[in-house]
């Protein structure tokens, strides 16, 4: 069973900068695609970013397009996300998930994913 862990989450001013990290245990990573995914309350658990099992290929939605960089280190069995210029609006507990490979086209939908994290919280606020 894979099982993934987020961590990385904070307190941060508008317009700083930080970095996420998911990391793998149980199964190997590169069997998998991954995505990022984030929720505030009373609203749906959305995606935003997603990378290809090799790491060639990344998708993300408009809302963080240019601001927010996905990488993965199959070594390492983690997944990384390095956010900048972030905003009040980025305020949420943010989640990485693990679907059976996909094009990346499709991998920001929610209902493809299997294996979940606990979430990390991110507040963006002075």
């Known amino acids: 069973q894979l099982r993934l862990v987020d961590s990385g989450g904070r307190l941060v001013q508008p317009g700083g900068s930080l970095s996420l990290s998911c990391t793998a245990s149980g199964y190997t990573l590169n069997s998998y695609t991954i995505g990022w995914f984030r929720q505030v309350p009373g609203k749906d658990r959305d995606g935003f970013s997603c990378?290809?099992?090799?790491?060639?290929?990344?998708n993300y939605a408009d809302s963080v397009k240019g601001r927010f960089t996905i990488s993965r280190d199959n070594v390492k069995k983690t997944v990384y996300l390095q956010m900048n210029s972030l905003k009040p609006d980025d305020t949420a507990v943010y989640y990485c998930a693990a679907a059976l490979p996909i094009a990346t086209m499709r991998c920001l939908d929610r209902e493809i994913y299997l294996h979940w994290g606990q979430g990390t919280q991110v507040t963006v606020s002075s």
């Open positions: 990378i290809s099992r090799s790491g060639l290929a990344t």
